[in-house]
């Protein structure tokens, strides 16, 4: 058998010979060790006293001690109790080689004193071989482990090192998405003001104008309060969208029935159903009782994929459906807002979710808007615990399912995921144009 010992913390695989040390008074005894164990893989180191031993422990070290009882000056019984009194020599192999007695009582000393084994003079040459290989093959197992443990320890510091390197990063990350999404707020509330203004006071010249004939003044008057109010919008979906990446929105839970919403909804988007000859249905099933949610936020949601949908679709038909769903005995509240438009051939429908991103390059010249509606409304869904998805076919139409479970549990994990989500998005890369199938 071959024995290969890797020393602990060398690198490569350099083989290193285990070494035995053989003490014992006789030489004769020594000689006869020897060349017992000379066959085995392993360098034999003898030693004819119990001081001439620990001056050699203490330089070398050894994978396995086979130590006479009975010599002048140190006993093997005292050398084997000041060995395991020294933290870094106790965990060498005994084995005591004697000729005294086998008697019980004898050799239960020799186990106090530290002894794993015992061999009897005179020795069976392939006894003693058989029981120093396991020892050696014990020692290479050990090394090896050392070798592993050292690794694991080195790799462990490498890791915490990288992990604390990950969290500064992250956290100057949060920080400096928080600072742009705050500055972001403060920015869109100091424009919102003075347009306010401007809006108010573009009302209150149209109304002074009432009746005069200055036709062209008061068509620009329109275009002014037009432009102002879309802008208002704009500002107001920036607000909103830094509100919540900066984690300043808060969700206002309460029980309502749902149809009453979806009735809301309905009363503020009618008058846009008929501007492109649209029809409206809605559908709520019987049985939708009331649920605990932000019935704001949830309107707000809904007016948005409404609002797209009468934007998106000419002459067609635009339906708002409702209904409980249970899967694995967990009930969700599903509101769908399909529609007949234009529809969308995306590569990925996902794409829309993202800030500043419409079908194609010509939809904000055509239809208007920014891109925002779609991420917001996603982001307050998952504020909700709920979610916001999308399936489309280019030419026929698109539905867009909002689904709420009725239990939100993790209300906090709920918050973290969509502050993450948030924290992913990038809006500060005007109106990307997602990739067109
Ligand atoms: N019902 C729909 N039918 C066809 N395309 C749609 C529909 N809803 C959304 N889209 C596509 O998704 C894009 C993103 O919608 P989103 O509501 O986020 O932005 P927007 O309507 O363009 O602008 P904003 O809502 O900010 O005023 C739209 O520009 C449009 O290309
Ligand atoms: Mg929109």
């Known amino acids: ?42 360098d034999i180191i003898t030693a004819s006293s119990g001081n001439e031993a620990l001056s050699l ?26 060995i395991r009194s020294d933290p870094s020599l106790r965990t060498i192999p005994i084995i005591f080689v004697t000729a005294i007695s086998k008697d019980s009582r004898y050799v239960q000393e020799g186990y106090d004193h530290g002894a794993v084994d015992y061999l009897f003079k005179p020795v069976d040459v392939d006894i003693l071989r058989a029981k120093v290989n396991v020892f050696l093959e014990l020692y290479a197992e050990k090394l090896q482990v050392e070798r592993l443990v050292a690794e694991l320890r080195q790799r462990t510091t490498e890791l915490a090192d990288a992990n604390g390197d990950l969290a500064a990063t992250r956290d100057r990350a949060i920080e400096s998405d928080r600072a742009k999404s705050q500055f972001l707020a403060n920015m869109s509330h100091e424009l919102r003001t003075p347009l306010n203004a ?11 104008l009432e009746g005069d004939d200055m036709v062209e003044v008061r068509q ?34 309460a029980n309502v ?47 948005n994929l409404v609002g797209n949908a009468f934007k998106f679709t000419k002459n067609g038909t635009v339906r708002m ?47 208007g808007g920014t891109g925002l ?46 502050l993450d989500a948030a924290a992913a998005d990038s809006p500060s890369a005007p109106q990307r144009q997602a990739v067109k199938c």
């Not at 549990?409 to 995921?417: G, K, P, Q, R, W």
């Open 321 to 367: 459906t409702a209904r409980v769903e249970t899967v694995d005995a967990h009930e969700a509240l599903v509101i769908e807002v399909s529609d007949t438009g234009i529809g969308m051939c995306m590569d990925s429908i996902e794409d829309l979710f993202q800030p500043f991103t419409q079908a194609d390059n010509t939809s904000s010249r055509r239809y």
């Open 1 to 42: 058998m071959e024995i290969y010992v890797y020393s602990a913390g060398v690198d490569g695989m350099d083989a290193v010979r285990p070494k035995i040390l053989v003490v014992d008074d006789r030489s004769e005894n020594l000689f006869a060790m020897r060349s017992a164990l000379g066959p085995l893989k392993a």
């Open 57 to 82: 422990l203490l330089r070398d070290r050894f994978a396995l001690l086979l130590l006479d009882v009975q010599m002048p000056g140190m006993t093997g019984f005292e050398l084997a109790s000041l």
């Open 198 to 208: 401007i809006v108010g006071y573009v009302g209150l010249l149209s109304e002074e």
């Open 373 to 418: 509606g779609l991420a917001i409304s996603r982001k307050l869904m998952n504020l909700m615990g709920g979610s916001l998805t999308a399936t489309s076919q280019s030419g026929v139409g698109s539905t867009f399912t909002v689904r709420l479970p009725r239990q939100v549990l993790y209300i906090d994990a709920a918050l973290e995921s969509a």
């Open 220 to 253: 620009d008057l329109g275009r002014i309060d037009a432009s102002a109010r879309h802008l208002v919008g704009l500002i107001s979906d920036i607000l909103d969208l830094s509100k919540i990446e900066a984690g300043g929105i808060d969700v206002y839970w």
């Open 257 to 303: 029935s749902v149809e009453a919403v979806l009735d809301q909804v309905v009363a503020s988007v009618s008058p846009l159903a008929r501007r492109n000859g649209n029809r409206f249905t809605q559908e709520p099933a019987p049985d939708l009782g009331s649920w605990t949610l932000d019935a704001g936020k949830l309107r707000q949601v809904l007016v």
